[in-house]
C-alpha cells in the first residue's frame, strides 16, 4: 500500500483545489450569458467570487447571445426617458441604456450586491459622456424606487431570482409613471436555452411570468422573438386608457412613438407648412 508523506499531502490538496477553482470558472465564464446578477440573490460574495462573476457577464461572446443593441431599439428607448434597470449586475446593459438617454433621461441601476453595483458605476464613468443616473442598493423585495418616476423598468435574467414576484412587481406599479412599462427577459426553462452551467428547475416558465405579471396588476403588451435562448416579453399597467399610453416626453415626435402610422402624417404636415411660410394663409372672403 502507497503512503502518502505530509509533503505530498499538501501538494494534493493544492492541486485539487486548483482543478476545483478551474471548474468553477468554466461553468461561468464559459456560459457567458447565463445571468445578469439576480435581484432575489440575498448572499454576498468575496472578492475573487465577484471577478469571476463580473467576467462571466461582460465576455464578449455573450453578445452573440444577448443582441443587446437588438433589444434597447426593440425597447423604443428615447434620449427623455427614464429607465431602471433591475439586476442591474455589472452593468452589461445599464450602459447601453446610459449610452442610449445620456443626460436628457436617467437610468436606474438596481442591484443588492454593493460590490457589483460599484464596478457599474466605474464602467459608467469610463463610457466618457454626460449622463444621469442613480446606482441603488436595493433589498430582495423591494427595488427602493421613487414613485411616478419610471418609464421603463428592465429585467435580464433576474426574474428568475426574485420571490414573492405577484407582490414584488406590485410594488413595482408603484414606480411607474402613467403609460410605463416592464420589460422582462429571462431564459427559456427547456431545451431551447441550451447549456447554461446551471439546473434550469428554478427558471420561470413563460406562461407563469404572464400569469403572475396578471396577478401583479399587468397584461401583456408586446412579445420579442428575436432571441433564441430567452422569452422577452413587455407589460403595462392593466386597465389604462389609451391617453396614458403615450409617454410623457420632452421631446414632441417621441410622444408618437407608439403610434408609428401617424409620424409620416406629421412630417408630411410640418414640410407643407414650412414651405408655405409656417404659417396658414387667411381666407380671402
Aim: net charge neutral; glycine share 6%.
Amino acid at each position: 500500500m502507497l503512503r502518502l508523506t505530509q509533503h505530498d499531502k499538501k501538494r494534493l490538496c493544492v492541486k485539487r483545489f486548483h482543478f476545483f477553482i478551474i471548474l468553477f470558472f468554466v461553468a461561468f465564464v464559459g456560459h457567458p450569458a447565463w445571468a445578469q446578477h439576480g435581484q432575489g440573490h440575498s448572499e454576498r460574495r468575496g472578492p475573487s467570487e465577484i471577478q469571476l462573476y463580473i467576467d462571466a457577464l461582460e465576455n464578449p461572446q455573450r453578445e452573440k447571445d444577448q443582441k443587446p443593441d437588438e433589444v434597447i431599439k426593440a425597447l423604443q428607448v428615447d434620449p427623455y426617458m427614464t429607465i431602471a434597470d433591475i439586476g442591474a449586475g455589472s452593468g452589461y446593459f445599464t450602459r447601453k441604456f446610459v449610452w442610449a438617454v445620456q443626460d436628457k433621461g436617467m437610468v436606474y441601476a438596481i442591484d443588492v450586491e454593493p460590490a457589483m453595483l460599484k464596478y457599474n458605476e466605474e464602467m459608467v464613468e469610463h463610457l466618457h459622456t454626460p449622463y444621469n443616473a442613480k446606482f441603488v442598493l436595493a433589498k430582495p423585495d423591494d427595488p427602493m424606487l421613487p414613485p411616478q418616476t419610471v418609464d421603463l423598468v428592465f429585467l435580464c435574467n433576474t426574474y428568475h431570482h426574485l420571490d414573492d414576484r405577484a407582490d414584488y412587481f406590485k410594488r413595482v406599479r408603484t414606480s411607474l409613471k402613467p403609460g410605463g412599462r416592464v420589460a422582462i427577459v429571462d431564459f427559456y426553462h427547456d431545451a431551447r436555452s441550451g447549456d447554461l452551467g446551471f439546473p434550469k428547475d428554478h427558471l420561470v416558465r413563460r406562461d407563469t411570468v404572464i400569469e403572475e405579471m396578471s396577478q401583479a396588476g399587468y397584461t401583456l403588451s408586446s412579445e420579442h422573438s428575436f432571441l433564441n435562448r430567452q422569452y422577452f416579453l413587455e407589460f403595462r399597467m392593466a386597465g389604462e386608457s389609451p391617453k396614458a399610453l403615450i409617454r410623457h416626453q420632452k421631446s414632441p415626435l417621441s410622444l408618437f412613438s407608439s403610434f408609428p402610422d401617424i409620424l409620416p402624417i406629421l412630417r408630411l404636415t410640418s414640410l407643407t407648412r414650412l414651405k408655405g411660410g409656417g404659417r396658414s394663409q387667411p381666407n380671402d372672403a
